[in-house]
């Protein structure tokens, strides 16, 4: 995986009705070595990272790369928001596309905030990247994050075998372009009329 590439980064911070998403900041370290260092997290992602060992490797400022999102309740980090470009991918339907990614910590699981969030997160990245889909890869066992992929519009293109579980790839079509949708209206408006 790569970054998205060429966009302005970070961009503002995004406000929704509860969440503020921005790049990552010094501030947010103690919370990404909580979110790797968490088995609750890792249970469907090959396990947590040895705390010690992110104590020592996380540098002062984690994650800054396009696409690497924060998502800040009351002024503290909850989730991390992953936006990067599957350059190579092991499904050939996935290569090349932006590919989706969540890690909330266990406290703020249960209330709606990586629905709020990843929605935020989508629609800055149709705005970034106009009419390119979004792929997203999860454990079907991982029940929690494959009914965040529906709620997100995301449906299965396939089910493989790999990392010793089944998973699962879905796919979130663009939007529709705003033009593109007035521009069909107007002409079958004019073939109703003729
Ligand atoms: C995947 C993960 C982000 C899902 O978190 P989540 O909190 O369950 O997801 P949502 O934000 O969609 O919240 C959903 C729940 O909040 C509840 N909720 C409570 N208040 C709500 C509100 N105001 N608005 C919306 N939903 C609300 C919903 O009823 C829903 O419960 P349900 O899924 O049992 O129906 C989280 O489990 C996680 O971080 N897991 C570890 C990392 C991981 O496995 N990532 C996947 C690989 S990319």
Redesign the pocket.
């Known amino acids: 995986m790569s970054d998205l590439g060429s966009v302005a980064w970070p961009p503002e911070p995004i406000r929704t009705e509860r969440l503020v998403l921005r790049g990552p900041e010094a501030r947010d370290r103690a919370a990404f070595i909580e979110l790797l260092a968490s088995p ?6 090959g396990g947590p990272r040895p705390r010690d060992a992110l104590e020592r490797e996380v540098p002062a400022v984690p994650e800054r790369w396009p696409g690497s999102f924060v998502v800040e309740l009351d002024g503290a980090m909850i ?1 991390h928001i992953l936006l990067r470009r599957a350059k190579e991918h092991r499904r050939p339907a996935a290569a090349g596309k932006a590919d ?5 910590l266990p406290r ?9 969030a990843c929605t935020a997160a989508l629609g800055w990245f149709d705005g970034a990247f106009p009419g390119e889909p979004v792929v ?1 890869a ?1 454990q079907t066992a ?1 029940a ?2 494959m ?2 992929a529906a ?1 997100l519009g995301f449906t299965e293109v396939e089910r493989f075998h790999a990392w010793d579980a089944e998973q699962w790839l879905g796919l979130r079509p663009p939007p529709p372009d705003p033009q593109a949708v007035r521009a069909r209206a107007l002409t079958s408006r004019h073939r109703t009329a003729r």
């Open positions: 609750e997290v890792h249970t469907y992602l989730g989706l990614g969540y890690l909330f703020a699981w249960g209330y709606g905030y990586a629905a709020e997203l999860t991982n929690a994050s009914r965040l709620k």
